[in-house]
């Protein structure tokens, strides 16, 4: 048994320094069970602990969700072998090759976005890049409508916001909406294979690039899993998880990286200086200030974890956050480095490990790399112009607004 700790992942006090109480949790109960939910649940904070609920997958289970609510949504939530199919669909788009061709797409993004930012003598950081570029960029790939961006993020933070929610009733709104609006783009689709003489139900792959746009939604209207096409239920439900999963974790890692650079602006200097440490500085801030603290996995069956008893099917968060600060891992883990070995840094876990790492991982990495470099060049005097603020979800770790100014 392990001695009990008073820890709530949706109080204040966690919200506003959760990386103070995971610290105590692997000190003192390295696996903890919160009961003021509608279910108990379990927080897991050591690294080799969160590394086997994220890799012995026959145990711990994504079927009922990453979420604290219990919720089948299949896709991309799911275990393989369907988790596999699925991955295999959006494989193209995220590819090495695929994201490498878009640095000079999101090149000209980021200047466009700076020169709007340069005109004036202070700026919210958060509003004026870290937020828009990654909601361009996930447009561009999926194939929404850039004019319609500030819609769907809206909808994408509202579910996000609502995750700690006890039942499934609280984000429905917003999904419903954003499902309605992403039928109608595949509706839209459909339309042009019908007026060009093509049936949506057979029409192949070839079709993208030409008839169709070759993007995300193309794609998932055209393919295959298992011998079938999928039915708009799955497509929506897939198109759904890569939007909302595909911009707010590129703008934490933006706003996090420049407010740690900043609040020690000779660490700021040091990269101005030296671009060989804007890769370093990207994991730094990666392992340091996971954009993600934590998700969900639910057991398969009863297990003693820790000396903790967890019954099956139990929701238990493997804490990214807490793991990327463990001090039987990373030396001196409260403090960012860069002269961090690299090594040491690879071992972090913001974007999980095995069959669930995030596809977007690299596109992530690409647009913070370009952002980085671009604004310590254009902004040399760029310093904090007040107190941030946190964004709200208690699973996400990043700033709402980032107050800057250069004057």
Not at 21 to 33: A, I
Not at 121 to 142: E, G, Q, S, T, Y
Not at 321 to 343: Q, S, V, W, Y
Request: net charge negative; hydrophobic share 40%; aromatic share 8%.
């Amino acid at each position: 048994m392990t001695p009990e700790i008073d820890y709530n992942p949706f109080a204040p006090e966690t919200l506003n320094d959760p990386f103070h109480e995971y610290k105590k949790l692997r000190n003192e109960c390295p696996v903890h069970q919160f009961n003021e939910f509608s279910h108990p649940l379990f927080t897991v904070t050591r690294y080799e602990d969160v590394v086997q609920l994220l890799t012995n997958i026959e145990m711990w289970s994504s079927h009922y969700g990453q979420m604290p609510r219990y919720s089948v949504q299949g896709c991309l939530f799911s275990d393989p072998p369907q988790h596999t199919w699925y991955r295999k669909l959006i494989q193209k788009s995220f590819a090495p090759r695929h994201v490498a061709a878009m640095e000079g797409e999101i090149t000209s993004l980021v200047d466009q976005l700076l020169d709007e930012m340069e005109s004036k003598k202070r700026a919210d950081l958060h509003d004026a890049l870290a937020c828009p570029l990654p909601v361009l960029v996930i447009a561009k790939i999926l194939g929404v409508p850039t004019e319609d961006i500030d819609q769907f993020k809206a909808w994408s933070d509202q579910q996000l916001a609502e995750a700690s929610a006890p039942d499934m009733q609280a984000p429905k709104a917003a999904r419903k909406a954003m499902e309605e609006y992403l039928l109608q783009q595949l509706e839209d689709r459909r339309t042009i294979l019908i007026q060009s003489n093509l049936s949506p139900e057979t029409a192949d792959p070839s079709v993208a690039g030409t008839v169709l746009p070759d993007d995300v939604i193309t794609g998932i209207l055209l393919a295959e899993v298992d011998g079938r096409k999928l039915n708009d239920a799955e497509r929506l439900v897939m198109l759904n998880q890569l939007l909302v999963g595909g911009n707010e974790t590129t703008t934490s890692l933006l706003t996090n990286i420049f407010w740690r650079l900043l609040e020690s602006p000779e660490l700021f200097h040091q990269v101005r200086s030296d671009p060989s440490l804007d890769a370093i500085a990207i994991e730094e801030s990666l392992r340091m200030d996971a954009p993600v603290l934590g998700l969900y996995r639910t057991n398969t069956e009863e297990i003693v974890f820790n000396g903790v008893e967890i019954p099956e099917r139990s929701k238990v968060m493997a804490t990214f956050g807490a793991a990327n600060r463990d001090p039987e891992i990373f030396e001196d883990p409260d403090t960012f480095k860069l002269d961090r070995n690299p090594e040491e840094l690879r071992k972090h876990v913001a974007f999980g490990l095995g069959h669930h790492f995030c596809p977007g991982a690299q596109l992530s990495r690409l647009e913070a790399k370009i952002a980085l470099r671009a604004v310590v060049d254009r902004f040399p005097n760029l310093r904090l112009d007040g107190e941030p603020q946190r964004i709200e979800p208690f699973l996400l770790w990043g700033k709402r607004t980032l107050p800057v100014r250069w004057d």
